[in-house]
């Protein structure tokens, strides 16, 4: 499993992830409660699966909202917020 994840990444395949846990984001083009990211998933999928070679990973965020609720997106749905 390393080597396959150290494949990739040699590979440029590695997604650059523009949040970390904890930073306050909302969503794009919404006005709407702001929320802080709890968690930021990389989705491997393995190469036996792929459609083809360059097929970089997906990234997912999930945010607790000031309202209490949860949500996951991928991060071009989000921006972080402006203090």
């Known amino acids: ?4 994840v150290a494949s990739s990444e040699a590979a440029g395949t590695t997604p650059t992830v523009k949040f970390q846990e904890g ?3 909302r969503q794009v083009g919404n ?5 802080t990211v ?6 491997r999928t393995r ?3 792929k459609e ?6 997906g990234v997912s965020v999930m945010v607790l909202w000031d309202n209490g609720t949860t949500s996951h ?3 071009e749905s989000l921006e972080k917020a402006k203090h």
């Open 1 to 4: 499993m390393e080597d396959q």
């Open 47 to 49: 190469q036996s699966i």
């Open 31 to 35: 006005v709407g409660p702001l929320g």
């Open 23 to 25: 930073d306050r984001v």
């Open 73 to 75: 997106f991928v991060t």
């Open 52 to 57: 083809s070679g360059n097929d970089s990973p």
């Open 38 to 43: 709890m968690k930021v998933r990389i989705e």
